[in-house]
């Protein structure tokens, strides 16, 4: 049916927008300790992240939503077989979140070092979870036709998962040393722009080495071999890859950035558009596997929604891009000095 | 006025068979400590407008209101106290039980995150307590001096 695809799409694309908006954050919440050498570096940091951070965090309420309200069936198998991830992701969101608001409070080295140690934690752990519960779902569940867990949390950390997990962490450092690199200037700019030249070569072999352990994990080039015309997903991601650096030694941040926000979306396709029909596969039997067809809700549920989502969904991009619009240009000194700054 | 119609029967607790009845003393307790923390709170509110222009010369009001601070947190919690247990053993009213609703997960993973909820909830409530009562005694920022501009930059 044309409204479950349309949804299946919608859901990939949530999740596409919250990693390529709240990646940024994870990725510079993760290079914290490495870059920032003084309290006004770690300030700065935080600053440049401050007033988007939460709003990002939005595209992962709404990803749950669109699971929870288009494909109950996913939702609930979802978060019963990944619950002790999912958990561990939820308490890393909850530390940082806090962290970026307590950490300022108190004028005293070890109250701030125990807020920065919760936003590494809180920054890194979803970044390396999120990856490892996605490379689960591109290779398979083990659930059976109940939508049962047969495992644990070590069965979610298996070789592919955890490179999965390893992209993800490339992805986002590089993609939060760019908009470091946007917001900064001077000595802290200067490492900034270093860490992201040494961390893109990085990057590129995890995806190259991604590629192609997909292959041999996953089902997911089925869809490409079926339909060559989607291999251009692949191409324009690698481009884009590709470009990330070509704009970072032109010093254009902003469309490496850009370049990189392109690469973390593609990405997600390269997986989603592998998946479809699927949304949960089982690995036991794919006669189990959860699928656009047998996991959503009812047509009128799935109209309404699309009806919903089509409205609300560009007014939320207006005022997202608003807010960017509102806070660029760099994070100063001087901009610290304000009482609700971080 | 439950179904919406002054003539429709309600129906009594013992109506209904012993197995779908909710913890009676929880719901009883919780719903009269709410409404009676309600009624307080327009009470109050009255009094301090009576006083409004002598507020500062009636440190007996202030202690009350200083003391009260909790109180409508109290009486959002049993809100919630009532319409969770006072539901059971439904989770979706007349639908479906809670206890048919139970994720197929080992009993051990919830134990381990509720305990997990209660340590982080209960160490960032103390952490927003402690930051609350720090600012709280550093008292009202001055207010700034009229008489100040007047005189000339004694920077």
């Given at each position: 049916?044309?409204?479950?695809?349309?949804?299946?799409?919608?859901?990939?694309?949530?999740?596409?927008?919250f990693?390529?908006?709240d990646?940024?954050d994870f990725?510079?919440g993760?290079?914290?300790?490495?870059?920032?050498?003084?309290?006004?570096?770690?300030?700065?940091?935080?600053?440049?992240?401050?007033?988007?951070w939460d709003?990002n965090e939005v595209w992962l309420i709404?990803a749950g939503g669109?699971t929870f309200?288009?494909?109950?069936?996913?939702y609930?198998?979802m978060f019963s077989s990944m619950y002790s991830a999912l958990m561990l992701i939820l308490f890393a969101l909850i530390l940082r979140g806090v962290s970026?608001?307590?950490?300022?409070?108190?004028?005293?080295?070890?109250?701030?070092?125990?807020?920065?140690?919760c936003i590494?934690i809180g920054s890194f752990a979803p970044a390396l979870l999120f990856?490892v519960a996605?490379?689960?779902?591109?290779?398979?569940?083990?659930?059976?036709?109940?939508?049962?867990?047969?495992?644990?949390l070590?069965?979610l950390?298996?070789?592919?998962?955890?490179?999965?997990?390893?992209?993800?962490?490339?992805?986002?450092?590089?993609?939060?040393?760019?908009?470091?690199?946007?917001?900064?200037?001077?000595?802290?700019?200067?490492?900034?722009?270093?860490?992201?030249?040494?961390?893109?070569?990085?990057?590129?072999?995890?995806?190259?080495?991604?590629?192609?352990?997909?292959?041999?994990?996953?089902?997911?080039?089925?869809?490409?071999?079926?339909?060559?015309?989607?291999?251009?997903?692949?191409?324009?991601?690698?481009?884009?890859?590709?470009?990330?650096?070509?704009?970072?030694?032109?010093?254009?941040?902003?469309?490496?950035?850009?370049?990189?926000?392109?690469?973390?979306?593609?990405?997600?396709?390269?997986?989603?558009?592998?998946?479809?029909?699927?949304?949960?596969?089982?690995?036991?039997?794919?006669?189990?596997?959860?699928?656009?067809?047998?996991?959503?809700?009812?047509?009128?549920?799935?109209?309404?929604?699309?009806?919903?989502?089509?409205?609300?969904?560009?007014?939320?991009?207006?005022?997202?891009?608003?807010?960017?619009?509102?806070?660029?240009?760099?994070?100063?000194?001087?901009?610290?000095?304000?009482?609700?700054?971080? | 006025?439950?179904?919406?119609?002054?003539?429709?029967?309600?129906?009594?607790?013992?109506?209904?068979?012993?197995?779908?009845?909710?913890?009676?003393?929880?719901?009883?307790?919780?719903?009269?400590?709410?409404?009676?923390?309600?009624?307080?709170?327009?009470?109050?509110?009255?009094?301090?407008?009576?006083?409004?222009?002598?507020?500062?010369?009636?440190?007996?009001?202030?202690?009350?209101?200083?003391?009260?601070?909790?109180?409508?947190?109290?009486?959002?919690?049993?809100?919630?106290?009532?319409?969770?247990?006072?539901?059971?053993?439904?989770?979706?009213?007349?639908?479906?039980?809670?206890?048919?609703?139970?994720s197929?997960i080992?009993?051990?993973q919830v134990l381990i995150s509720l305990i997990a909820f209660i340590l982080v909830y209960?160490l960032l409530?103390?952490?927003?307590?402690?930051?609350?009562?720090?600012?709280?005694?550093?008292?009202?920022?001055?207010?700034?001096?009229?008489?100040?501009?007047?005189?000339?930059?004694?920077?």
């Amino acid at each position: 049916m044309v409204l479950q695809t349309i949804w299946f799409f919608l859901w990939g694309l949530l999740w596409a927008l919250f990693f390529m908006t709240d990646g940024f954050d994870f990725g510079i919440g993760t290079l914290y300790p490495f870059l920032g050498k003084t309290d006004q570096d770690k300030r700065i940091m935080i600053n440049s992240l401050g007033p988007l951070w939460d709003g990002n965090e939005v595209w992962l309420i709404t990803a749950g939503g669109v699971t929870f309200a288009a494909f109950p069936t996913v939702y609930a198998v979802m978060f019963s077989s990944m619950y002790s991830a999912l958990m561990l992701i939820l308490f890393a969101l909850i530390l940082r979140g806090v962290s970026f608001e307590f950490r300022g409070k108190v004028d005293d080295p070890r109250w701030r070092k125990i807020w920065d140690t919760c936003i590494f934690i809180g920054s890194f752990a979803p970044a390396l979870l999120f990856g490892v519960a996605f490379a689960n779902i591109f290779k398979g569940i083990p659930i059976d036709h109940n939508g049962v867990y047969h495992g644990t949390l070590f069965t979610l950390l298996n070789p592919y998962g955890l490179l999965g997990g390893v992209l993800f962490v490339m992805l986002f450092l590089v993609h939060g040393a760019l908009w470091l690199a946007i917001k900064t200037e001077g000595d802290l700019h200067e490492r900034t722009v270093s860490v992201a030249n040494k961390l893109w070569p990085v990057l590129l072999g995890v995806v190259v080495i991604f590629l192609i352990a997909s292959r041999f994990s996953t089902h997911l080039y089925d869809n490409y071999l079926a339909h060559p015309a989607l291999f251009l997903i692949i191409l324009i991601t690698v481009f884009a890859l590709l470009s990330i650096k070509f704009f970072l030694t032109k010093r254009a941040f902003f469309k490496a950035w850009f370049a990189s926000a392109l690469t973390i979306v593609g990405s997600t396709f390269f997986g989603i558009v592998g998946l479809y029909p699927n949304l949960f596969p089982s690995s036991l039997n794919p006669r189990y596997s959860l699928t656009a067809q047998n996991a959503s809700s009812s047509p009128l549920t799935l109209k309404i929604m699309l009806i919903v989502v089509i409205i609300f969904i560009p007014i939320v991009i207006g005022y997202q891009i608003w807010t960017y619009n509102l806070f660029k240009g760099k994070v100063t000194k001087d901009d610290l000095s304000y009482d609700e700054a971080y | 006025m439950v179904r919406h119609d002054f003539n429709a029967e309600v129906r009594g607790l013992k109506d209904f068979p012993k197995d779908e009845r909710p913890p009676v003393l929880l719901s009883f307790f919780s719903f009269r400590t709410m409404v009676a923390l309600g009624t307080l709170f327009p009470l109050l509110t009255i009094i301090g407008w009576f006083k409004r222009n002598r507020l500062v010369e009636s440190p007996g009001y202030l202690k009350i209101m200083l003391w009260s601070i909790p109180l409508p947190y109290i009486a959002i919690e049993l809100g919630w106290v009532l319409a969770e247990v006072g539901r059971q053993p439904w989770i979706v009213y007349g639908l479906m039980k809670t206890s048919d609703a139970a994720s197929p997960i080992a009993s051990s993973q919830v134990l381990i995150s509720l305990i997990a909820f209660i340590l982080v909830y209960s160490l960032l409530g103390a952490v927003g307590f402690y930051l609350i009562v720090k600012n709280a005694r550093q008292g009202p920022a001055p207010e700034a001096v009229p008489e100040a501009a007047a005189e000339p930059a004694a920077a």
